[in-house]
């Protein structure tokens, strides 16, 4: 598990040397350096990696010029790079087949506090790829239900609308050649929309309950997973929490690494969240979102309402030359900024809480092993710190 202290980023422009057939080439490189030391050495790192990447591109090959932040990290090659808050260690149970477990507190870019474990197996399921596993015709990849799921079918409504096309004609044509007012086509048309209105609403019901009723079916999906699993291997055992747009399980009995053929068998089986599963190959941690995001977070007691406008997300990048330039007040300034939201955040976020637990399982073979010191006290940590047992909104 990398998770570096220090970044910053260093771009080098480069000219090629001109050949007989061939011009000059120019190219700017840009990396990102990492150190758990200082800023300083996170920079010199940063330019080290610049020049192995211009040697590369001298040799001819392919390279990526600017490195570019990506979605959870996973195929960057890059460290998970976000702001460390704090370190500790579980010691290794004398049950536990691993070392001692790592645990580092991060603060994720939209402000919100991640636990990052080496070897206590967090799995991530998002409702998204349950309703489109359980449910397949009614929903794609991302969760989303077409609009054909709740009507008759697309022939149907094609005809409704031809129909009243024909019959604002028949009604246009017949006062024309009566001569009567304008003023009941007017009529017709304002009872035709007040009818496709009602028809709307009723097909906006009709999804919406569906959507409730299937939601309310994962549940018990998730935890017979759960228990046909540890019946198939009662030496197992998890503990299932809900989340605001999903499920969390964490293993019980045994600390294994992200590596293990196990772990892959367990994220298959649960239907582990796709870009969770290659952030944690990837890094090789586990983690857990411990406190809300902030665009679910609402009013708290005192009426305020957090600013949803993060001032910078990239908390990392401070200037790396002590010189009073405009540039550099900007920066600092945002950064400020940053600091006086997190503040915010913080507060409001002891109004939320990240996840609710929902039962716990154990094969027949596993109640010695849940008695495992390492992982129970961090079971004790992770339900203090996402504030599980109180009786507040997930968010």
Known sequence: MLIPKYWAQYKQRFNSPAKANQPSKQATIKRYGWSDISRNDALEHAKLRVVEAHKRWLAGEDILRRERKEEYNQDN???????????????????????STQLIVTRNSYGAQVANVDNIVIIDVDNDDL??????????SHGFMPASVTTKSPSSTKIKVWFFVFVFIFVA???????????WLLAFMIGVTA????QANQKDKARTQKYADDKASLQPFIAGLIQ???????????????????????TTHDTILPSAKVVAEWFT???ADANYVRLCQAQQCFRARLTA??????????????DKNIPTTDFWSRPTKDVDSDENQLRYAELDAREKWIADYDTFAQGYKACRHVESFSGRDANTQLKHETIQAFIRWHDKIC????ELPLA
Do not use: C
């Not at 890059?78 to 691993?98: L, M």
């Not at 009818?195 to 009602?198: E, R």
């Not at 995001?293 to 957090?306: A, F, G, H, Q, T």
């Open 77 to 99: 090659g890059i460290p998970i790079r976000e702001q460390v808050i704090s370190e500790q260690v579980f010691p290794s149970s004398s049950q536990s087949k691993t070392a």
């Open 131 to 140: 309703l489109h596993h359980l449910y397949p015709d009614n929903y794609d």
């Open 173 to 183: 044509s017949v006062i024309a050649y009566l001569g009567l007012s304008w003023l």
């Open 195 to 198: 009818y496709l209105w009602q």
């Open 228 to 250: 046909k699993r540890v019946a198939s291997y009662p030496n197992e055992s998890f503990r299932l929490y809900e989340t605001p747009a999903g499920f969390r399980i964490i």
């Open 269 to 271: 089986t649960f239907y």
């Open 293 to 306: 995001k902030p665009w679910r977070m609402s009013e708290v007691n005192d009426k305020r309402v957090l």
């Open 387 to 390: 504030q599980v047992d109180k």
